[in-house]
């Protein structure tokens, strides 16, 4: 199985400004190369061959920047397609909704994640993938340990696997951002929009998943890589500062 991929990358990046008034954050250097890049050359890495971007603010960057095609390996190179929603329906879908609109382009199961976070070590694993098709759940979510912006977390994980977001005491991880996601998640009776989102509705992802989770429909573990959400100036500030090598996963 060869998933396809979605990368979100439609967002304003408000907490960012004035880095993002000229600039879309995707393509805010981090460490040499434009963030986005270090998800695509990660995702090509790991086999996926076809990419998706959702796009808004300043999207015709984004694709002028990257076109149609990205190549690391020749014998490998990445498909690269974008959705512009910024043209089509006047702003950003939400992360639902963006995904709701990307739905025709990808397979039953496909990897998600944002544009905007800086994850270099991470492995987009083909045996990851299998795993996750025969299991039967709607999705599996990389969680991190709770950064400082966000210190009561997202979600929890059982001694199963199984995520939940209900305050039971259980230890609570922050979402990456990084998923794999089955199709039906975004089909009732988790979701109203049609594919392809062709009215254009805005929907946030959370509530999905918290309803997937009552019922025990999504999975998660912990990534204990080089993890940050680059959502102020001030953090990518640091990532720059730093002189590690982080280029080889």
């Not at 086999?47 to 190549?71: D, E, H, K, M, Y």
């Not at 912006?149 to 929890?156: E, I, R, V």
Request: charged fraction near 15%; include cysteine.
């Amino acid at each position: 199985m060869t998933p396809k991929a979605l990368i979100l990358a439609a967002g304003r990046g408000e907490r960012m400004r004035p880095l993002t008034d000229n600039t879309p954050k995707p393509l805010l250097a981090v460490q040499g190369q434009p963030l986005m890049a270090w998800h695509m050359d990660a995702l090509s890495r790991g086999g996926v061959q076809q990419v998706v971007v959702n796009t808004a603010w300043l999207g015709t960057q984004i694709s002028s920047f990257f076109g149609p095609q990205r190549t690391m390996d020749e014998r490998h190179p990445l498909s690269i397609s974008y959705l512009d929603e910024q043209q089509d329906f006047g702003g950003a879908l939400e992360t639902a909704g963006g995904i709701a609109r990307a739905l025709p382009q990808l397979g039953e199961i496909f990897w998600v994640v944002a544009g905007d976070v800086y994850a270099p070590n991470f492995v987009f694993a083909p045996e990851a993938v299998e795993r996750f098709a025969a299991s039967g759940k709607l999705a599996h979510l990389w969680l991190v340990p709770n950064p400082a912006h966000n210190l009561k977390g997202d979600f929890s994980i059982d001694a199963q696997g199984i995520a939940g977001h209900q305050p039971d005491g259980s230890p609570r991880y922050t979402y990456s951002t990084i998923g794999l996601y089955h199709r039906d998640l975004f089909a009732q009776p988790w979701c109203d929009i049609a594919p392809g989102n062709p009215e254009g509705v805005k929907a946030a992802l959370a509530p999905l998943l918290r309803a997937a989770m009552d019922n025990q429909k999504i999975t998660a573990e912990v990534f204990h890589g080089a993890w940050t959400d680059v959502g102020t100036p001030e953090r990518l500030a640091q990532l720059n500062n730093v002189t590690t090598d982080l280029k080889t996963p």
